[in-house]
């Protein structure tokens, strides 16, 4: 059976490890959450050891043939657009590596005109000598279109379901290929069939009821612990942040609540990678570090040339997905537009002293291309 079929009978037929996951997220007394956060640190040290994986997000383009009404990116959204040329994204991550980075993810809107599997196989050969981890997080592609990707040197695939709620999920893409809520879904198993040896999932907290969510995607993880076995599995836990176009969540999840969350996912996944981005506030942020997170991201920008201004002369606006020439006089900012604005704006020497502070030890590469067997 996919999962989208074991998504669909959750309600009734959920597994004896997603039902104990579920019993965790159950308000909990301050001395129960104490017991509960303990158990997590505990388990993290136990499986994870006393490190942190640093990375930063390189966007390409914010292009996009998609209406979502939460994102900043969304096709009918009035903002400035660029996709950067191979070379200019060759010059960003010059940035992030003299920053330290050796493990990057690259990010672009949906849009086969701009971004397409050639496209992402030239960025990724470029960038592969000077980083030993590239991940990519686009528009889902068919595996024999990912496999390129995968040989150019990319070794990790993140893509997020947004919502698991198919009715939310009809009424927050109104338009273009993410409609199709299956094949979203089924993109991890694609992207494992080409040959990523890491996969990266993730629901985005504010669409539907954060426990409903969070049940789907603990189930979502066990499925692909044993359909991908081979592939190291992650999973991020964005909650909505500020956008162009405005979007107001209907529902809320409180720091507690997220905190309860990655412990839960902890406790039930004691191997799984769990992410914390920048959309994250610094003192919660540090707060958090010691729970159960493995990998975080620092410096970010969520715009195309945000490190270094690349494509500042190629920028264009864009009205109801068409271009149009943008108002740009008076010494007006000429960046692109960012997906969502970040909370916790520390450089990355600043988190890696953090980590440190908690005697944790920032790991900037953990594994070598040239030691997979080709």
């Not at 997603?18 to 499986?47: M, Y």
């Not at 809107?109 to 397409?116: A, D, I, L, N, T």
Request: charged share 20%; proline share 5%.
């Amino acid at each position: 059976m996919s999962f989208a079929g074991t998504l669909d009978n959750l309600p009734l037929r959920k597994s004896p490890l997603v039902r104990d996951f579920e019993r965790l997220l159950a308000p909990a007394s301050d001395e129960q959450f104490e017991s509960v956060a303990q158990q997590s640190r505990a388990l993290t040290l136990q499986n994870f050891g006393r490190t942190m994986r640093l990375f930063a997000p390189l966007y390409l383009s914010n292009e996009c043939i998609n209406n979502c009404r939460y994102c900043g990116f969304s096709r009918d959204n009035p903002i400035l657009r660029v996709t950067l040329d191979v070379a200019q994204v060759a010059a960003e991550a010059r940035y992030l590596a003299a920053e330290g980075f050796r493990q990057i993810l690259l990010v672009a809107g949906e849009h086969p005109k701009f971004v397409s599997g050639s496209y992402l196989s030239d960025c990724v050969r470029t960038l592969a000598p000077n980083f030993s981890s590239i991940a990519i997080e686009v528009g889902p592609m068919e595996t024999d279109e990912y496999i390129p990707v995968v040989e150019a040197g990319a070794e990790a695939l993140i893509v997020y379901q947004e919502t698991y709620h198919r009715q939310i999920y009809a009424e927050m893409h109104t338009s273009g290929p993410k409609r199709d809520f299956n094949w979203r879904l089924a993109c991890a198993e694609r992207g494992y069939d080409a040959g990523f040896r890491r996969i990266g999932i993730g629901a985005l907290f504010g669409l539907a009821p954060w426990q409903d969510e969070a049940i789907a995607l603990a189930a979502h993880v066990e499925y692909l612990l044993k359909r991908c076995w081979k592939a190291q599995i992650s999973v991020s836990l964005p909650r909505l942040r500020p956008a162009a176009g405005g979007f107001t969540p209907a529902f809320k999840m409180s720091d507690r609540e997220l905190a309860q969350l990655i412990c839960a996912l902890r406790i039930t996944f004691p191997q799984l990678g769990i992410v914390l981005s920048t959309r994250e506030r610094a003192a919660l942020r540090d707060a958090l570090v010691p729970l159960g997170v493995t990998m975080m991201s620092a410096g970010s920008h969520t715009e195309p040339g945000g490190y270094t201004g690349q494509g500042a002369d190629n920028v264009h606006l864009t009205l109801r997905g068409r271009i149009v020439a943008p108002d740009l006089e008076g010494g007006a900012d000429q960046r692109a537009t960012g997906q969502f604005e970040i909370s916790d704006n520390r450089s990355p020497d600043e988190i890696a002293t953090l980590l440190r502070r908690h005697g944790l030890e920032p790991v900037w590469k953990d594994w070598e291309q040239t030691l997979v067997g080709s």
